[in-house]
């Protein structure tokens, strides 16, 4: 097979780090939201403590999800056209569609789940955040015993109703992928639903990790079963979407189809240390082991939560290499499949490291600024803040 037969216009890797970044962030949007409807609509207790703050990380998210890709774009401006000029038949343009909806009915369950605490900040002492809650509110500060139940019962079906809206949000990236058939290590039907299982293991993953830390600055309390529960279900999800992962390479090899030459020196070469030692290895089958062991043997909550705090982390960085993988690792095949180019990103370019990490932690910050005006966590509801008792 000749190598390194690479055409002009394949020297150069088109979709960067922001491509990496965009579906990276949607897949934490569609987590956060799905363990968020476990509380909402599946009654899981346990998720609790962190119920509220799983439904603002996906708002949060969700507000960010377009940005590496409106400074990827040359003319930035010119995505509003899919709303001025609509083609349903485009698969990019099918993005801004199921993007515009799934936010507007995340925005809708704040308002109903956060109704209350809007209320008591815009019945408050005067400010700018009594105006704000006010304006949100729309003026409608009435709080009793009929609107709370009406407002479960909308919050509840708003909360199933986005779990499929979730799902369709980050599958469809993953049916973006797929449906290249120009790209042997893209075209596989598995694509969308690889996208999805990760984008839960990386959802779960950030929220162990968030509110871990965040109870740590406060001095709260960590609540076990909540921490016990997300670690299960980061498990099980974890299970699925690394077992999907194997079996579609281990397809393609059994095939031995005339791409998977290519593949194989792909993986075994390119991709080598980014793909089998970092993803399966180190960031795959550690945590797998960690998360097995402490289902089963049980281990005192400190133990138990330092596991998996630190299978939490681990998948972070497993479902980003995974990103990093699949976007970059498809592009450096050449359309002649007898060569290969690399790509190394830059630091302070356009679409650089550093862009890409102010990008992905504005969220957190814009959680923190939220976190101010709604408290998210039923600690910080029970504490009295500052000023609220003043006149």
Not at 45 to 70: D, E, T, Y
Request: hydrophobic share 55%; charged share 15%; glycine share 6%.
């Amino acid at each position: 097979m000749m190598q390194n037969f690479v055409f002009p216009n394949e020297m150069n890797v088109t979709w960067t780090v922001m491509i990496v970044l965009y579906p990276y962030i949607t897949g934490l949007v569609a987590g956060a939201f799905i363990v968020s409807s476990l509380f909402h609509v599946f009654n899981q207790k346990a998720l609790w403590p962190v119920a509220r703050f799983s439904l603002a990380s996906a708002f949060v998210f969700l507000l960010f999800a377009p940005l590496p890709l409106l400074i990827h774009l040359g003319q930035p401006q010119r995505a509003f056209n899919i709303m001025i000029t609509p083609h349903f038949t485009s698969a990019m343009a099918g993005f801004g569609f199921i993007y515009t909806s799934y936010l507007i009915v995340v925005v809708l369950e704040i308002w109903f789940v956060m109704r209350d605490e809007f209320i008591k900040r815009a019945t408050g002492p005067k400010s700018f955040v009594q105006l704000l809650c006010k304006t949100i509110l729309l003026g409608q500060t009435q709080s009793n015993e009929e609107t709370h139940k009406v407002d479960h019962k909308i919050s509840r079906f708003l909360a199933g109703l986005g779990i499929p809206m979730a799902c369709t949000l980050h599958g469809y990236v993953g049916f973006l992928f797929g449906s290249l058939k120009a790209n042997p290590w893209w075209d596989t039907p598995l694509m969308f639903i690889i996208f999805l299982f990760s984008a839960i293991v990386s959802g779960i993953a950030v929220l162990i990790f968030h509110y871990t830390i965040v109870s740590k600055i406060n001095g709260w309390k960590i609540d076990e079963d909540c921490i016990r529960a997300l670690g299960g279900y980061l498990w099980a999800f974890m299970i699925v979407a690394i077992s999907l992962e194997m079996m579609e390479v281990l397809s393609i090899a059994y095939k031995q189809m005339k791409d998977w030459e290519v593949i194989r020196i792909l993986i075994m070469q390119k991709l080598f240390w980014t793909y089998v030692v970092l993803q399966f290895f180190t960031f795959s089958v550690v945590p797998f082991l960690m998360l097995a062991a402490n289902a089963t043997f049980k281990f005192r909550f400190k133990i138990a939560h330092a596991i998996i705090f630190t299978a939490s982390c681990m998948m972070l960085l497993q479902v980003l290499l995974m990103r990093w993988n699949v976007v970059i690792g498809g592009q450096m095949i050449s359309k002649s499949l007898r060569g290969f180019t690399s790509y190394l990103p830059g630091i302070w370019e356009k679409e650089g490291i550093i862009t890409a990490v102010v990008i992905f932690t504005m969220p957190f910050f814009i959680l923190w600024l939220f976190h101010r005006i709604v408290p998210l966590f039923p600690e910080a509801a029970r504490e009295p803040r500052s000023g609220d008792s003043e006149r």
